[in-house]
């Protein structure tokens, strides 16, 4: 278990489908991050229609108390995570709401990145980062400040935060953006 009593690969949630089925593409997309990922994304959506029509509690909202409520400890989080991230590299993104929700997970969990790297070949630090990326023109909150430091030291002599040093991310695909 995680931190924050998430488990890294709850067995009895994640092999029930459509979760194998979307790990089989997972596990192909980090053998090729530079691979069409047409696939990974369809079964992402799969996925995500459980995440989003199954009534549940509610996630905690970045910037609450981040324990998460027990029913959600019994589901494949990180397959609704990894299943989030995945379609980032889709044709169309979210909006920015739908990605909050990841980071709220992320922050909920607590997962350590070296077990999470070692099962899902990326670190929840990498997903944060895309989701921080596509939200950042929407929500700055507290956590991010951190991620654009350097950029971000004149903030004093700043008006707004669009005036700070630009980072560009032109992006290489699922996760290669982030390694």
């Known amino acids: ?23 089989e593409e997972w596990r192909k997309k980090t053998d090729c991050w ?12 799969d996925v995500l229609k459980d995440f989003l029509y199954t009534e549940r509690p509610e996630i905690p909202v970045l910037g609450q108390e981040m324990e998460l409520h027990d029913i959600w400890k019994e589901t494949c ?9 995945s379609t980032t590299r889709s044709q169309s993104v ?14 909920s969990c607590a997962y350590d990145e070296a077990k999470f790297f070692a099962r899902y070949g990326i670190t929840t630090a990498q ?6 990326i596509l939200g950042l ?10 991620l654009q430091a350097s950029e971000t030291s004149t903030w004093s002599s700043l008006q707004a935060l669009e005036a700070a040093p630009l980072v560009i991310d032109i992006g290489m695909g699922l996760g290669a953006d982030s390694r």
């Open 1 to 23: 278990e995680s931190g924050g009593g998430c488990r890294y690969f709850h067995r009895e949630a994640c092999e029930r489908e459509p979760f194998p089925a979307f790990f």
């Open 34 to 45: 530079l691979c069409n990922n047409q696939e990974l994304v369809l079964k992402s959506k």
């Open 77 to 85: 989080l990180a397959g609704f995570l990894l299943a989030l991230f």
């Open 94 to 107: 979210q909006p920015w709401k739908f990605y909050d929700v990841g980071l709220s997970l992320i922050n």
């Open 127 to 132: 997903v944060a980062y895309n989701f921080y």
């Open 137 to 146: 023109p929407y929500h700055l909150p507290d956590p991010v400040l951190h």
